[in-house]
């Protein structure tokens, strides 16, 4: 009897976690493998894919210096955003914890609100703002400022600010998940035992806090690595990052290649993450070193 | 050091602290001295654990004022009071190990790290926790983690050890074998020990003096046996075990001692200040001073059994006397034969010599 149960136990969760898992299988890993085995091939004028196996793709981006240019600047503006946001997401969060919950709902319902408006509305704003005619330009420019339009627009930091609002409260609410978690009876056992407010946080919470560090720089990071409205609407031809090239390979018909630099996304992102986890060290919060 | 100040290692003087308009410690004075196991005793909101976040400076006084060590310490923050507390869940660090755990108070002190070392390992022995720096909380028991706690708080060598609950976590048989250690600990370092707990059995285990808490203040201080035998109120009659509590008549003064009407029949008090000839007055026994006799024995309140728990070394009669009060009688079973009336007898209840104490109001 127990083990009829125990059967329908076990029948039950598969079927519960088989049709998610046949949709992932179907529309996510399958397409992956077959992006991979076109990245392997060479283009085709005619086809998605020539019929020749070759390694070439990878080849030419890691040996190409225009290639090799934007990546360092993808990964610059990832570790951009994801840094600044981190510096000025955590005193944000760490004020929050403090409040009454009733405050840090409503704190935290404004940081959701921004997220309602569409990026291409935002980054429009931006160009309102930034732009050659936007709002600093005009007002300095009538004030007798400037003799010419200051360049705000189309660059690396304007591409970082404008994702940055978009990306902070992601990185805020990871963090203050994080805090909450932290045991206040801890930082006044610090206290206790000697530790001013300073070394309180330095030894307990930012240690404790750690999970949520990581999975707020992680968050911010890929979401940055993958960002194109933005990157394209503020950076325009000249702050290009990976995802936009990965674009224009796909509007030329250059499958394979653009096969081959969304796997070359892929890679930086596992290895930045793999970094990133390294040395963190979110799992000692665990207690497991 | 001294400033003057009292002489006591831990001073509290008209202490009061309110939260709004809540009163959770009211106009309370208390001197620890050196050495001494006091205990808070009190129900949950009496202002035990408040009064020892004062001692710790998590918490300001409202008015008066707290002295460590003869130092008045009001808004001295709490980190640089000297004093180590162990807290009810234990507060170890998760990301710390064992030796890490202990050594962090005396890292905060800028203890040289050869010291440090020496230091932790000794704390270490002493908690019986040899061999286990290098593991994690997680991966200690709940007996464990409390030793690990007491090690953390006394390696620093306070003036004052401050416990809040600290056993309340831990299951019976552990708590009662950590009770032992943690007194046999106490004496051996000789440390001034405030302990906060709703356990009055714990309480007179541990302490050289308890202190009664209701309401914000003291109710009675003093040891053990002095709390438990003479009672001064009724909230600490009730508190601290059971009583039986009667209505009196005072008919007379000699020798220090009062006479007392309680019904029929009449028995001595020590004499207080306030009871006066004629007056009235409320006096206690405890349920295990009362000895039943037949109903024609004379010198007893008759009384009438109405429920009998049989609980092997004693058995507990619960009595219907005099004008409907009830009256709780604990009979110790000294031989197979002892006590045994049933529902329903008629019985007398003869109250033991000394054992009756008068209550003040409360």
New interface residues.
Partial sequence: MERLLRFIRTRWAWALVLPPLLFFLAFFVGPLLYLFFVSLHDVSQAEMYGTRFTVENYVRIVGDPFYLFIIRRTLTAGLAVSGLSLLIGYPVALSMVRMSPSRRSLLLMALLFPLMVSNVIRAYGWIAILGRRGVINNVLGDVGLLQAPLPLMYSLETVVVGLLTILLPYMIICLVNALLTVDRNLEEAAQALGAGPGRTFLHVTLPLSTPGIASGLLLVFLLTLSAYVTVQLLGGAQSKMLVSLVYDSVMTFVWPRAAALAFVLLAISLAVTTMMLKGIRPQRVQGKG | MSTGGPAADVVLRRVTKSFGSVVAVNDLTLDIPRGMFLSLLGPSGCGKTTTLRLI?G?EQPSEGDVFIRGQRVNFV????RD???V?Q?F?????MTVAKNVA??LR??RVPHAERETRVREALALVHLTGFEQR????LSGGQQQRVALA??IV?RPAVL?LDEPLGSLDKKLREEMQVELRQLQRAIGITTVFVTHDQEEALTLSDRVAIMNGGQIEQMGTPRELYERPATDFVANFLGVSNIFEGRVIGRQDGEARVAIGPIQVSVDWEPGLEAGGPVRVAVRPEKIRLGAPDEPGGLPARLRHVVYLGATTHFYLEGPEGRSLVVHVQNVSPDTALWTLGDNVSCHLEPRSVFVLRKG
């Fill in positions: 710790a998590f923050p709490a980190y640089r004093f180590s507390m807290f869940n507060a170890l660090f998760p990301h962090f108070g905060m002190r994690y909380p997680k991966q953390r708080a620093v401050l």
